[in-house]
């Protein structure tokens, strides 16, 4: 799988070389599926001699888990490196990888205690920490890694992604140094097709073959596996239609389609799980029906091992081309089962997303799981995925107010997450729903504060303007604060065609009235 990578072994060799030194940094392995980044990284771990190494991986079932990868990562060195934390950083860090509730986690802390355990462990032995499927990454956990990685400047520790290029989700690694991999060359190409088939490849076959995979190794050794020795050989004519030409996930699923029903259960089971453990994946396919023959047989087939009772699939092109090829009905089965099978405390958030991914229709239980994970995640800092959460529990809510509320906090939470786009489409979609007056007073506020910090200023005080106006009838304070917040825009040159006064919508308050409405009435 390596066959041609010599420059790009380099440049790994050399990120790793100068954090023993001390001179810490980070790499981004960029390219298509298949084309040998996690080769590259399994590779830089083998010759990462008398150095600390710490993986994790980006799971698309995981991804809605706040600090799901962080924790991976950091797991093998908390217990020592946590004690050393100073008191701040060490309650925010246990409580955003939800082992305390002592409060919200703060998520500068979090950040910051990630990159002290890191910094913490190098001042023992050199550390390489290696982050697979990057683009798969939980919003929280690439944060906080993006955070740590622009900091490494005399930490003896090297941080290597790998990520694809133009997925469904990408990793937006910002100015971080990229290493873009692409296929490899045709003398490259030949002695990795001759290697893995035992046979001389002739020129004409090897450049047929390298144009159909556009030189991803990935696609060569498996054509390399599945061509008999005649047409590799150039004895007989390749096929008018090569096996992965519908793309490199064709082989693996061609392999999968071959084995017994109970272990293509099992394989879909470990699939769609995200927690990496054999005994929940083998809990799960068991009650689907699969038996031990079952992982024997996946074993067998080299799509799947168990090691240190961990399930490993063999590429990550394994676990997208086993669980697109299922049926809707097998991955909603699968994903129960797992959810029955996650029993503890510590697993409620992967039961929860599980349970969502099981159902289609409105589910109270569902939905209840689901709001638990997300104010789970709110109080640990993990405001993207507390979003997540609540616009999934909005989906299976019934239309109106229930489906708003739940838009509504999923919109707040992306909108203190720094994501002002998805904040502003999931409060768009919150104000179609809204019925209750004072539901549709904060979803408006909301919409108009976006508007106001990231749009039009005008466009923003209207919007205030004219949402005031609409809740003055039904809650006289919450008139009176987004009137306030009007004149404020005002104050900073803000103007708007609204017939609105701000100060005429409602009468001020008594003397005895509460603070807070006394102080925004002076302000108004």
Not at 326 to 351: F, K, P, Q, V
Request: proline share 6%.
């Amino acid at each position: 799988m390596l066959a041609g990578r010599d420059a790009e072994r380099a440049a790994i060799a050399a990120l790793v070389d100068d954090a023993r030194t001390g001179r810490g940094g980070a790499l981004v392995v960029s390219g298509q599926p298949g084309v040998g980044k996690s080769a590259l990284l399994a590779d830089a771990v083998t010759r990462a001699d008398g150095m600390t190494v710490l993986c994790t991986q980006g799971i698309e079932s995981e991804s809605p888990l706040a600090f799901a990868a962080l924790q991976r990562l950091l797991r093998p060195v908390m217990a020592d490196r946590a004690p050393h934390l100073p008191q701040p950083q060490a309650r925010a860090l246990r409580a955003a990888l939800g082992e305390t509730d002592d409060g919200a986690g703060d998520r500068f802390l979090v950040f910051l205690a990630a990159l002290s355990v890191l910094a913490d462990a190098g001042q023992h032995r050199p550390v390489l920490a290696v982050v697979d499927d990057a683009h798969w990454l939980d919003d929280a956990s690439a944060a906080a890694l993006l955070f740590v990685a622009r900091r490494l400047e005399v930490e003896r520790v090297a941080l290597l992604f790998a990520a694809r290029d133009a997925d469904v989700r990408t990793f937006d690694s910002g100015d971080l140094p990229r290493l873009a991999v692409g296929g490899v060359d045709a003398d490259a190409a030949g002695e990795l097709l001759s290697t893995c088939s035992g046979v001389p490849v002739p020129p004409d076959v090897r450049d047929r073959l390298v144009a159909s995979t556009g030189g991803s190794p990935l696609a060569l050794v498996e054509l390399a596996e599945v061509l008999p020795p005649e047409q590799l050989s150039g004895r007989v004519r390749l096929p008018a239609r090569l096996p992965l030409t519908g793309g490199v996930e064709r082989a693996f699923l061609d392999r999968y389609r071959r084995l017994p029903e109970p272990a293509q259960t099992l394989l879909l089971t470990a699939a769609a799980d995200d927690s990496g453990r054999a005994r929940i994946v083998q809990q799960a396919a068991t009650s689907l029906g699969a038996d031990e023959e079952a992982l024997l047989a996946a074993e067998r087939s080299g799509l799947l091992r168990v090691r240190d009772a961990a399930i490993e699939l063999r590429h990550p092109l394994v676990r997208s081309a086993v669980y697109g090829a299922a049926t809707s009905t097998e991955r909603r089965r699968t994903h129960r089962a797992l959810a029955a099978a996650l029993t503890g405390s510590g697993e409620a958030d992967r039961r929860a997303w599980h349970l969502a991914a099981s159902v289609e229709e409105p589910d109270e239980a569902v939905v209840a799981e689901l709001d638990a994970a997300a104010e789970r995640a709110r109080t640990r800092g993990g405001l993207e995925a507390a979003a997540s959460a609540w616009e999934r529990a909005a989906e299976l809510s019934p239309a109106g107010d229930p489906q708003a509320g739940r838009l509504y906090a999923a919109a707040r939470a992306a909108w203190l997450a720094a994501q002002p786009p998805r904040a502003r489409a999931l409060v768009d979609a919150a104000a179609a729903q809204a019925d209750d007056a004072l539901l549709r007073a904060d979803v408006l506020r909301l919409r108009a504060r976006i508007e106001w910090n990231t749009g039009s200023l005008h466009s923003g005080r209207r919007m205030v303007l004219e949402a005031a106006a609409e809740v003055a009838p039904h809650d006289s304070q919450r008139a009176r604060e987004m009137a306030m917040f009007a004149v404020a825009l005002a104050a900073f040159g803000a103007h708007s065609a609204s017939a609105v006064d701000p100060t005429a919508l409602v009468p001020p308050p008594g003397p005895g009235a509460p603070l807070r409405a006394r102080c925004f009435s002076d302000l108004l």
